[in-house]
């Protein structure tokens, strides 16, 4: 399994020089890729345009997505700008979509909530399309695209990777509740008669000594429209080592190709915290975790 950080860019009052900063340290390891996540109503940087300016200052991390919100974009323009970043970062950008989950994002967008779903297949359906189109470039730097990843928890999304991606991004939560998912995806590639098999992405959250109460107030707030449900997000925090040792080890045994560690406090201190408990654990420098 993998293991990749966050950039802090959902984190309300981030200074941009600071989210800079903190992919510049990344790229020097132990971390595989940096993650990004999609709000529009929310005081949080645009996700692509944040990947842009870590591709800058980086040199080996994959850039990921996890989650873009593909229904508020057309999906020309979204093709466009994944291939741009692809072709700038070398090849490196990981196209993580889903529909979302916050109405308040699609009323700010001016896209009606409920045509959610028809959007999102429609622009799934068109991507690698856009993507081979010659008169709409630049090319991807990864033959036929980015690898493209789909998330949620209903039956059609699992369908919907099976069909048009290469694999599945899941939000977060314990390690079982990936394992459940991770075998529907599993099962639609299979029924799809797909060869090998999908890549199987997910998410936690950190916040390391006196900054998890911080971090869990985050999260609440973060969290905040799913109702009491975000207390349980934020009682998953990770804040010890032995928390995150067991949590890497409970999704690698899940099938985990990929896990990203988001930050819920935006100091530095966080990320060298995290570096130095994850090679404490034996992850490599490039974010291999062999356990």
Same mark, same amino acid.
């Given at each position: ?5 966050? +950039? /802090?860019?959902? %984190? ?11 992919? #510049? ?8 890729? =940096?993650? $990004?996540?999609?709000? +529009? $109503? ?17 040199? &080996? ?31 490196? +950008?990981?196209?993580?979509?889903? $529909?979302?989950? &916050? ?6 967008? !001016? ?7 028809? &959007?999102?297949?429609?622009? =799934?359906?068109? #991507? &690698? ?6 008169? #709409? ?11 493209? #990843? ?68 985050? =999260? ?16 998953? %925090? ?32 966080? =990320? ?5 408990? %994850? ?7 490039? !974010?291999?975790? /062999?356990?």
């Amino acid at each position: 399994m993998r293991v990749g950080v966050g +950039l /802090p860019t959902a %984190l309300p009052g981030m200074a941009g020089a600071a989210v800079i900063e903190w992919a #510049l340290r990344a790229d020097s390891g132990p971390f595989s890729s =940096l993650g $990004v996540l999609d709000r +529009l $109503v929310y005081d949080s940087y645009d996700p692509l345009i944040s990947l842009a300016a870590a591709a800058a200052v980086t040199t &080996r991390v994959r850039l990921a997505t996890t989650i873009v919100i593909s229904p508020l974009h057309s999906p020309a323009h979204l093709a466009k700008e994944a291939a741009s970043l692809d072709a700038l970062s070398g090849g490196r +950008l990981v196209l993580g979509v889903a $529909v979302g989950a &916050r109405a308040d994002d699609y009323a700010a967008a !001016g896209v009606d909530y409920h045509t959610r779903g028809q &959007r999102f297949v429609a622009g =799934l359906a068109a #991507l &690698r399309d856009y993507w081979e189109d010659p008169g #709409l470039g630049p090319a991807p730097a990864q033959l036929g695209g980015p690898l493209l #990843l789909v998330g949620g928890l209903s039956d059609s999304s699992f369908a919907r990777l099976a069909r048009y991606a290469d694999g599945y991004v899941h939000g977060g939560g314990p390690a079982k509740a990936f394992a459940r998912a991770a075998d529907k995806a599993r099962a639609a590639w299979a029924d799809a008669e797909r060869p090998g098999h999908p890549q199987l992405w997910a998410q936690g959250y950190f916040a390391f000594g006196p900054a998890a109460e911080a971090g869990a107030a985050y =999260l609440r707030d973060y969290y905040a429209f799913t109702g009491p449900f975000a207390d349980k997000i934020a009682a998953g %925090l990770l804040t010890t080592p032995q928390a995150l040792a067991g949590f890497l080890r409970g999704y690698a045994e899940a099938g985990c190709d990929e896990l990203i560690l988001f930050p819920t406090v935006a100091d530095p201190a966080q =990320l060298a915290a995290l570096a130095a408990t %994850l090679a404490g654990l034996g992850v490599t420098a490039q !974010g291999e975790w /062999p356990a």
